[in-house]
DNA sequence: CAACAAAAATGAAACGTTTCATTTTTGGTC
DNA sequence: GACCAAAAATGAAACGTTTCATTTTTGTTG
């Protein structure tokens, strides 16, 4: 038998309004309210959620959306994510997008018909040419905001680092470090990712008067069997002084690649990726990498959206976070 | 404005109580239903599942609990999951224990307010102590079904994979290819997939009429750091033919350790894990290890929840799959 | 202790569905 | 076309809360 506010009422000896008001923290005299309080331990009696949600039209959920949680760096993003939301007040309901813009569509249709009050999308690869589902959300005043990149096509609240900064820092220890003649392996070059850390790399060439190549910049998948062909096509041309990609597992694709080929890691090419996931401290040779202040992003995320909710509706901000250069022993 | 089932009602001229048979797929007459699916797209109506739950007492959202995202190897369990989940039409709460048995005690709680129909629990650590919570679930008739391990303080459904075999046919592998001392780095010995390994080590040894010392099976905690600090600890009396332990991230803090000392793997030392991550096999040397059939394991798990929700209710099983021996280049 | 304002408590309506007992429609048979 | 059973549609109650207009209680003042 379920117990309802009504039991709670009945036995308090108070009306069913009242019972409310204490459960919702709102002015009741205290005698009664310690009665109430009381008699809800002794029934164990909890509110029942739908009911509640259906009548405020707040379901305390929060929708999540990543790309693909088999990556550790996206693992952390839901696990800091996760915890400052529980620490609010909120669930999390997990979405998974598999990095395509039609998975994400139909996610957030699910999650607003689920009433979520909010939501947090890591975009897709493919999102930036079909923004429909995201303005819905806008016009139905869902609040949500970006995590780690962001589609240009919307104005909205993001938290991501500054990738200019991050690969203008990276290209600059390299650059003055020996490697002069740097390839640079990127995701697609019209996504935000690429771009941005394409000019910071360009920069710390034209900084410091060295002269690249534009064919050293090389579109590929950002996974680690890509990485590693791709590798293998720059050596069979020439040994540059080093490779960059964009994420540290396609510096270990590189790096394997290298080895398979009897090319020693840092002696004869440095490599050096993006992220600091956990295993790239353990990979032979450590990566030098860049690491994104992950924990502060998703706590401030977090914070944003909590704010939207609460009815904050002024302009939306991009927040870039500076990222830290961590040099390891895959460079020299 | 909100559109309800009213407006709908209203629009196709039919009753609220037809609408409801429509969105339900009970028997309608065929001219009726094509009119109301209409309208239902024309307003882009979406039922509201707070009030829907309300009644049903069904929310159509699984809450899974695991002990920590950040680990590749349950991030692929959370992705299988959600999928399997999705596909059969519920959501995926998710919870994150943090290994904690009060963790997992909060989250479930929290859980069954929210009214999911069902949980999946991955055991934590020290869980055994404290069922309570667990107690409750089934006292209230929530299903819930554990994966990975269990809690032998009560009786459930539980996938997870036959640790005792892998471990034994890991064992045999090493005993068979001239690894005689095999030190064996597990978690406390009093946990089930701790236990569980160590038996499948025995039985490798006795088969073979090999002896083995008790002292070659050392407690740790699973993780790198622990697991480095161990190794330490053993090549300063000796080096040994090979080292097990019973997951891959603390078989890539063995190889470190090894490797910072100038030990060479597998030529000096062999070294095994357990899991098969992805990044296992990028290591350097590729890790030698154990695979469990995630998916599948997944999918039953899955599967047999689904079946519980339905009110299946015969007896509770532990569904135990075997695990496949992987031969990769860190021993010998 | 009467009068009154302020504070507290009440109880019914409302939220948007599903369910089910009741009514209406359909279509086959004589 | 009258009759009837079966099929379809209806409409009101119910789910467990919150909200808010109304009533009751409390406490202060002259």
Redesign the pocket.
């Known amino acids: 038998m379920?117990?309802?506010?009504?039991d709670?009422?009945r036995i308090s000896?108070?009306?069913?309004?009242?019972?409310?008001?204490v459960?919702?923290g709102?002015?009741?005299?205290e005698?009664?309210?310690s009665k109430v309080i009381e008699t809800i331990h002794e029934l164990n009696?909890?509110?029942?959620q739908?009911?509640?949600s259906?009548?405020?039209?707040k379901s305390y959920t929060i929708g999540l959306i990543v790309t693909n949680i088999t990556n550790p760096f996206f693992g952390e993003i839901v696990s800091h994510i996760k915890e400052d939301l529980e620490q609010k007040g909120y669930n999390l309901l997990l979405g998974i997008s598999r990095d395509q813009s039609s998975e994400e569509k139909v996610t957030i249709e699910n999650f607003v018909s689920r009433h979520v009050d909010g939501l947090i999308i890591v975009p897709t690869r493919d999102g930036e040419h079909e923004l429909e589902h995201i303005y819905k959300l806008r016009q139905q005043k869902i609040p949500f905001v970006f995590i780690t990149s962001q589609y240009l096509g919307i104005r909205a609240d993001c938290v991501m680092s500054d990738f200019t900064k991050g690969s203008y820092q990276l290209t600059s220890h390299l650059l003055d470090n020996e490697n002069k003649e740097i390839y640079f392996l990127t995701d697609s070059k019209e996504l935000l990712l690429s771009s941005k850390r394409i000019d910071g790399y360009r920069m710390a060439y034209m900084e410091r008067g060295i002269t690249y190549k534009e064919n050293w910049i090389i579109e590929t998948l950002p996974n680690f069997e890509s990485a590693y062909k791709t590798t293998e096509g720059i050596i069979n041309n020439q040994i540059p002084d080093a490779i960059m990609t964009i994420n540290d597992v396609m510096a270990m694709g590189v790096i394997k690649c290298l080895k398979d080929n009897g090319i020693k890691v840092p002696e004869d090419v440095s490599v050096a990726g993006y992220d600091d996931l956990l295993f790239s401290s353990m990979f032979d040779p450590p990566l030098t990498t860049v690491k994104q202040p992950i924990e502060e992003m998703c706590k401030e995320t977090v914070d944003i959206l909590i704010k939207r909710l609460q009815g904050y509706d002024k302009e939306f901000n991009v927040h870039l976070y500076p990222s830290e250069l961590i040099i390891r022993e895959s460079t020299k």
Do not use: C, D, E, F
Request: glycine fraction near 6%; avoid cysteine.
């Open positions: 379920k117990i309802t506010i009504k709670v009422a000896g108070v009306s069913v309004g009242t019972v409310s008001k459960i919702n709102k002015p009741v005299s005698k009664i309210r009696y909890k509110p029942n739908h009911a509640r259906l009548i405020t039209n």
